[in-house]
Structures are given as C-alpha cells and as structure tokens.
C-alpha cells in the first residue's frame, strides 16, 4: 500500500507549489512508487483543442514503453484510457493480454498484468488520466480505492497550476 508517510508528505508538498508543474507530478509519481505493489505509473494530460491526451510524465516504466506510448496517440472516448476521460470513471483491467481497448504491445511483453486507469479531476472536469501499471492480478477493492488518494491530489495540483497561470497572464 502507499504508505501514509508519502501521503502526509503528498499534502506537504500541496502546501509548496511554487516549484514547476513537472517536478510536482514526479514527486507524486515517486510516493506513489515506494511501498506500494503498482511497479509503473503515468500521467497523460488532456489537451482540450485537438481532443486528444499527451503524454505528461511517467515512473517506473522501461524506455521502450515510454516511446510507445509518446507515439500512440489517445484520443477522447477511444480505448480504456479515452474513456476514462470521457466518463470519468476509473477502469480496473485485471489481466492486461485480455483487454481489448489497450492498444499498447510493449507492457504486455515486458511482463505487467494488470491496469488501473484512473480519471484525474480538476474543478469538477477531467484533465487527464493517471495509469498505474502492476505486476500482479491479485488486487483488493480497497486496495483501487486507497489509490485513488493521489489521483485526486494529482488534480488540486493541476487547478493550482491553471490559477497560478490565469493570475500572471492577467
């Protein structure tokens, strides 16, 4: 499980956002990392004028499958991960090589099982996805809804980087 102490340090952090957006989502990424059974974590970010997700940061993940999945597009409601923006419902995918709307070949092969793909929450929005990669199909129900902690976080961190934008812009 992620360890109350990264949580604690999570919402430290929250109280600090003077530094850059990117370094802020890493260190997220990291806590999520230690003491937890997810072995790989991603974010992809929605860019609302072309309708499709970029790639924003990732942990734990090989170079091959960061370049795969920079190269695949995500559009809006397509795959799993489309539509967990288009819902905004996370979606737990226990055995990977079965999952049909996972378009990616590379975590497969380098060994992950199983996928939870969840919305990431801004001002009452979604702007993006967080995916956690894992190596096991043996995951509770509470053990998803424990994980869903960051994933919120995750948003105040990106509503605090839009204000902070707005604010200099005008």
């Known amino acids: 499980m992620i360890g109350k102490e990264a949580i604690r340090d999570s919402r430290r952090t929250r109280l600090m956002m003077d530094g850059p957006l990117e370094m802020i989502l890493d260190s997220t990424l990291e806590a999520t990392l230690q003491g937890s059974k997810v072995d790989g974590a991603e974010i992809y970010l929605l860019d609302e004028e072309k309708g499709e997700l970029t790639y924003a940061c990732h942990r734990g993940l090989s170079e091959a499958c960061v370049k795969e999945a920079?190269?695949?597009?995500?559009?809006?409601?397509?795959?799993?991960?489309g539509s967990v923006v288009f819902t905004g419902e996370p979606v737990?995918?226990?055995?990977?090589?079965?999952?049909?709307?996972f378009f990616r070949e590379i975590p497969k092969r380098e060994?992950?099982?199983?996928?939870?793909?969840?919305?990431?929450?801004?001002?009452?929005?979604?702007?993006?996805?967080?995916?956690?990669?894992?190596r096991t199909q043996q995951l509770s129900s509470r053990y998803l809804n424990w994980l869903a902690i960051p994933a919120?976080?995750?948003?105040?961190?990106?509503?605090?980087a839009e204000a902070v934008e707005e604010s200099s812009r005008g």
């Open 152 to 160: 919120e976080f995750i948003g105040e961190v990106l509503e605090y």
């Open 70 to 81: 920079e190269a695949t597009p995500v559009r809006l409601g397509e795959g799993i991960i």
């Open 111 to 134: 060994g992950y099982c199983s996928f939870y793909s969840l919305p990431i929450k801004s001002a009452d929005r979604v702007c993006g996805v967080w995916n956690l990669f894992f």
């Open 92 to 101: 737990f995918v226990a055995d990977l090589h079965q999952a049909a709307g």
